[in-house]
């Protein structure tokens, strides 16, 4: 699935079909002229160089040459930095405040999630304020350190996600101080969250911090959106947002957006918009190829 995402930066644009070209001088002109008109080879020709200078103009962000074989080779060609598709909204757009000024690139699915299980490089990743995405470094400690504790989690970057959520737990003992006092803090939350009945884990509703589990679930959605489609997503105070988490559902047959992180996050999704925005989605997110969301919404 990834490998399909990445067609995005190859997709071949250059082929400019000249009798459609043709076609659409000839009606502008005559809607123009109120005449039947003739497009002549040569003007095609130049009017075929402005409209390759647009296009090429309109794809700078991620194109910087055509290839022989008539595909483009992008400006990124070793990472995932979004938006895949060309927007209306400033290069430096932050995804996250829909704000310009983006300091950084920043990982959508943030990097505690996988643990280090895949390289640094992979994953989507777009434009952010750092100081945005590091207000979500907390909230993503947490659900992930929730998350690993699931029944149903499990895989390579979910036990390697177990280990840290153990260290930042200080479970081993070897923090001291101010350290060992947070460490402390996460595990008896952590421990408050839990009741254990017959064997099985059950999570208490009444202790679980249901807003920073909805501001990941959020976050992670937001920038999926943006980076495959470039539209972005209403607030959860403009439109009412259904998550449901932990959710028992199907995968979607037919989605529009798709997105693999080696084992530990999956996502497909639906989504349709206009004008930059997105007026109807519905996500369906797997974590630990066991831990599944669901984020459905229309405007
Ligand atoms: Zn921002």
């Not at 296009?55 to 483009?72: C, K, M, N, P, S």
Request: proline share 5%; hydrophobic share 35%; glycine share 10%.
């Amino acid at each position: 699935m990834g490998s399909d995402m990445m067609k995005g930066h190859n997709r071949p644009t250059g082929g400019l079909d000249l009798d459609a070209l043709r076609a659409l001088a000839e009606s502008r002109l005559k809607a123009l002229t109120g005449q039947k008109a003739q497009v002549e080879p040569e003007d095609l020709r130049a009017l075929a160089e402005r409209e390759l200078r647009a296009l090429i103009e309109h794809r700078r962000r991620l194109v910087v040459e055509q290839l022989a074989d008539g595909t483009w080779r992008s400006r990124f060609p070793e990472t995932w930095v979004g938006p895949m598709v060309p927007t209306s909204y400033p290069e430096d757009l932050c995804y996250i405040c829909e704000q310009p000024g983006a300091d950084s690139v920043e990982h959508v699915v943030a990097r505690c999630f996988n643990a280090g299980t895949v390289s640094n490089k992979e994953g989507p990743q777009l434009p952010a304020h750092k100081r945005c995405n590091g207000c979500y470094s907390g909230p993503e400690e947490y659900v992930r350190n929730s998350m690993v504790g699931f029944d149903d989690a499990h895989g390579r970057a979910c036990d390697a996600a177990r280990e840290d959520a153990l260290s930042a737990m200080n479970v081993a003992g070897d923090k001291t101080g101010e350290d060992a006092r947070h460490a402390k803090a996460k595990r008896e939350r952590q421990l408050r969250e839990v009741k254990r009945e017959g064997g099985l884990r059950k999570w208490d509703h009444e202790q679980v911090d249901h807003d920073r589990w909805n501001a990941v679930l959020f976050k992670i959605v937001r920038g999926l959106a943006y980076w495959s489609t470039g539209l972005l997503l209403p607030w959860p105070a403009e439109t009412e947002w259904e998550i449901h988490m932990p959710w028992q559902g199907v995968p979607l047959q037919a989605p529009t957006i798709s997105s693999l992180i080696g084992d530990a996050f999956e996502a497909q999704a639906v989504l349709t918009g206009s004008g930059g925005r997105a007026v109807e989605g519905d996500f369906r997110l797997t974590f630990y190829q066991g831990v599944r969301a669901r984020l459905y919404f229309r405007r």
